[in-house]
C-alpha cells in the first residue's frame, strides 16, 4: 500500500511502541469513538419523525418546527472549524470529554422543556456539543494506529455504526412514539453519550505537548469563519423554501461570499491564522478536499430529488418512501467491510477514483432513467452509496495523512464542512431549477401529467448539472494525484517508464 506509515517526524514525542496493531487491541477506543458517531447521526435522523408529534404536544408554529431541525445543523455545521482549532490548541481527548458532558446534560436538559423556543435552545446546545465532538473524532481516530489500512478499518467500522443509526433511526423513533413521549427520543443520548465518554476517557491516551499546535486562535477569524458558513448553509434552505425570486436568499448569498472573503484575507494577514492555507498546498489535503466537495455536490441533487419524486411525482406514500430510500443505506452498510480489500489491492488514489466513478455513474442512471421504473432509481442509489462510501473513507484518509501532526483537527474540521458546504449548495441548485420548472406550491393536489413531465425533466437537468461539475472537480483531483506521484518519482523512474505508460 502506498505511504504505509506516517513519518517518524508526525509522531514525534509519541509512543509509538503503545499504539495498538489490531482493532481488537483498540476495542474501547474505537467502541467510545463509534458512540460519538451514532449518537451523531442518530440526533440528526431520530428525531424527524417525532416532528408531527413535537408540534401538537408544544404548539408549535411552522417556523418554530423548521428552526427545531434547522437550528442544530446550521450550529453544527458552523462551529466546526472554530472547535477544531481550540482542539488542536487544548487536546482533541480533552474537548471531545467535554463536548460529550455537553451533550449529555443538553439531551437530559429535554425533561425540563415545555415550549418550542426551549426545545430550539437545546437544539443548539446539542449543535454545539457535535461540533466540539466532531472534528476530534477522526483525529482521535486517526492517531489510535500508524498504518493506513488499520486506520481504513478502524473509519470503516465507526462510520457503519453511525450508518446503522440512519438506517434505524426512523424506525425507532416511529416504535418509541408508540408507546412513550417523544422526549425519550433525545433522552436515549444519554446512556450512549456515557459509553463514548468512558470508552475515549480509558481507552486513548491524552495529546502530548508535541501534537498540540501552540500558537494563539485567531478570534476575528474564528468569528469571520462561523458567520460565513453558517449563512452558506442557510442560504441553501432560504432559495429552496422563499424561491429565487425573493431578495432573502440572495442577501444571504451576498453576505455569505462577503464574509468568505474577509475570512480569507483575515487568513493571509494574521500573524496566527485559524487556518494555514498553506495546508491546501499539500497533495493529500487539496485532493482529498476536491473528492469531499464533489460527492457532497452531487449526491445532494440525489437525496433531495428521490424522496421528491417518489411521494410527489410517483404519489407513494411517506412510509413506502422511506423503503424506497432503503437501498442506498444498506448498501453503504454492506460496502464497508471490502473498503480495505480495495484499498489494499489498488491504493488508496485508486480507490477513490472508483468510488468516484461508481457515484458518477449511478447519478447518470438517476438522471436519464430514474424517471422510468423504480428499478433505475435503486441501481442509482446503490452504485452512489457504495461509491460515495469508498470514497469518503479515502478521501478522509487522504486528508488526515497530509496534515501536520498538531493540525489533525482542523483538518477533520475541513473535511466535514466542505462537503456539508457542498450538500447545501447542490440542494439549493437542484431546487433552484425544480421551483423555476413548477408553478405553485409542490406539496399541492394530485399532478397532472404535465406537472409530472415538468417536473422530471428538472430532475433530470439539476441532477446533470451537478453531475458535469462533479466530473471537472474530480477530473482536477484525479490530475494533481497524477502529478504529484509523476513528481515524487526519482528520474531513472521516469526514464524507464514510456510516454505510453505514463499517459
Given at each position: 500500500m502506498e505511504r504505509k506509515s506516517i513519518t517518524a517526524e508526525r509522531v514525534k514525542g509519541a509512543d509509538r511502541t503503545a499504539m495498538p496493531r489490531t482493532l481488537r487491541a483498540a476495542w474501547p477506543a474505537l467502541a467510545g469513538l463509534a458512540a460519538v458517531f451514532l449518537i451523531e447521526m442518530l440526533d440528526t435522523s431520530v428525531l424527524n419523525v417525532a416532528l408531527p408529534t413535537i408540534a401538537r404536544d408544544l404548539s408549535a408554529s411552522a417556523s418554530e418546527l423548521q428552526w427545531t431541525s434547522g437550528s442544530y445543523a446550521l450550529v453544527f455545521g458552523g462551529l466546526m472549524l472554530a472547535f477544531g482549532a481550540v482542539a488542536d490548541r487544548f487536546g482533541r481527548r480533552r474537548v471531545m470529554l467535554i463536548g460529550l458532558a455537553v451533550f449529555g446534560l443538553a439531551s437530559l436538559s429535554i425533561l425540563l422543556v415545555s415550549s418550542p423556543i426551549e426545545l430550539i435552545i437545546v437544539r443548539v446546545f446539542i449543535g454545539i456539543a457535535a461540533a466540539m465532538t466532531a472534528p476530534g473524532s477522526m483525529a482521535l481516530s486517526f492517531r489510535l494506529f500508524d498504518d493506513d489500512a488499520l486506520r481504513v478499518r478502524a473509519t470503516a467500522l465507526i462510520s457503519t455504526v453511525g450508518l446503522v443509526g440512519i438506517a434505524i433511526g426512523p424506525t425507532i423513533g416511529g416504535l418509541v412514539l408508540a408507546v412513550a413521549p417523544?422526549?425519550?427520543?433525545?433522552?436515549?443520548?444519554?446512556?450512549?453519550?456515557?459509553?463514548a465518554f468512558l470508552g475515549i476517557r480509558f481507552g486513548i491516551r491524552a495529546d502530548t505537548t508535541s501534537e498540540l499546535h501552540r500558537v494563539p486562535i485567531d478570534v476575528l477569524g474564528a468569528l469571520?469563519?462561523?458567520?460565513?458558513?453558517?449563512?452558506a448553509l442557510l442560504a441553501p434552505t432560504l432559495f429552496v423554501d422563499l424561491g429565487a425570486h425573493d431578495p432573502w436568499p440572495w442577501i444571504v448569498t451576498v453576505t455569505a461570499v462577503a464574509g468568505l472573503i474577509g475570512f480569507l484575507l483575515r487568513q493571509r494577514?494574521?500573524?496566527?491564522?485559524?487556518?494555514?492555507?498553506?495546508?491546501?498546498?499539500?497533495p493529500s489535503v487539496a485532493t482529498g478536499l476536491t473528492h469531499q466537495a464533489a460527492l457532497g455536490l452531487a449526491t445532494a441533487g440525489l437525496g433531495y430529488t428521490v424522496t421528491l419524486q417518489l411521494q410527489l411525482a410517483w404519489g407513494w406514500p411517506p412510509a413506502l418512501a422511506a423503503l424506497g430510500t432503503l437501498p442506498q443505506v444498506l448498501a453503504m452498510i454492506a460496502i464497508g467491510p471490502l473498503v480495505e480489500r480495495i484499498v489494499t489491492k489498488v491504493g488508496l488514489d485508486r480507490a477513490a477514483a472508483i468510488g468516484s466513478a461508481a457515484v458518477i455513474?449511478?447519478?447518470?442512471?438517476?438522471?436519464?432513467?430514474?424517471?422510468?421504473?423504480?428499478?433505475?432509481?435503486?441501481?442509482?442509489?446503490?452504485?452512489?452509496?457504495?461509491?460515495?462510501?469508498?470514497?469518503?473513507?479515502?478521501?478522509?484518509?487522504?486528508?488526515?495523512r497530509g496534515l501536520p501532526a498538531d493540525r489533525t483537527s482542523i483538518g477533520a474540521a475541513l473535511n466535514d464542512t466542505a462537503q456539508e458546504i457542498a450538500s447545501g449548495i447542490g440542494t439549493a441548485v437542484v431546487g433552484i431549477i425544480i421551483a423555476a420548472s413548477i408553478a405553485g406550491a409542490l406539496a399541492g393536489a394530485s399532478w397532472s401529467p404535465a406537472r409530472t413531465a415538468a417536473f422530471q425533466n428538472s430532475v433530470t437537468l439539476g441532477v446533470l448539472a451537478l453531475t458535469a461539475t462533479s466530473v471537472v472537480l474530480l477530473a482536477i483531483a484525479l490530475i494533481r494525484t497524477a502529478l504529484d506521484r509523476n513528481r515524487d518519482r526519482t528520474p531513472a523512474e521516469r526514464a524507464s517508464t514510456g510516454p505510453t505508460q505514463q499517459a
Open positions: 417523544w422526549q425519550v427520543l433525545l433522552l436515549v443520548n444519554v446512556p450512549i453519550t456515557l459509553l469571520l469563519g462561523t458567520a460565513a458558513i453558517v449563512l494577514l494574521a500573524a496566527h491564522p485559524l487556518i494555514d492555507l498553506a495546508l491546501f498546498q499539500r455513474v449511478g447519478l447518470l442512471a438517476y438522471a436519464l432513467c430514474g424517471h422510468y421504473h423504480y428499478t433505475f432509481i435503486a441501481i442509482a442509489l446503490v452504485l452512489v452509496a457504495a461509491g460515495m462510501r469508498i470514497t469518503m473513507i479515502t478521501a478522509t484518509i487522504n486528508v488526515m
